[in-house]
Nanobody, 116 residues
């Protein structure tokens, strides 16, 4: 199983970015997907998740209304659209598969840096 995240970069506060994650080696449409992030010196934290059929989406409170998770089961892709970015969103963002309450597979991360 491989997950490859991309789309990170250096942006200014208020800008937008879209992260992408391509998944291979499993039946993608059977798995929920999630994004996590880890800021320097902090623990990894949940950002958003989407169910296998995309009918259930969850977000951490600090990104609600600014971030949108989506998926394309035909392309084995999951996305995280991030709007109105803030310096506190600076982190390495990881995509992960979601199976029940577990996250069995992880990508390598993509760095998002938001300057003030």
């Amino acid at each position: 199983v491989q997950l490859q995240a991309s789309g990170g970069g250096l942006v200014q506060a208020g800008d937008s970015l879209r992260l992408s994650c391509v998944v291979s080696g499993l039946i993608f449409r059977n798995y929920g997907m999630a994004w996590f992030r880890q800021a320097p010196g902090k623990e990894r934290e949940f950002v958003a998740s989407i169910s296998a059929s995309a009918n259930i989406r969850n977000y951490r409170d600090s990104v609600k209304g600014r971030f949108t998770i989506s998926r394309d089961n035909a392309k084995n892709m999951v996305y995280l659209k991030m709007d109105s970015l803030k310096p506190e969103d600076t982190a390495i963002y990881y995509c992960a598969t979601k199976w029940g309450s577990t996250y069995p597979n992880w990508g390598q991360g993509t760095l998002v840096t938001v300057s003030s």
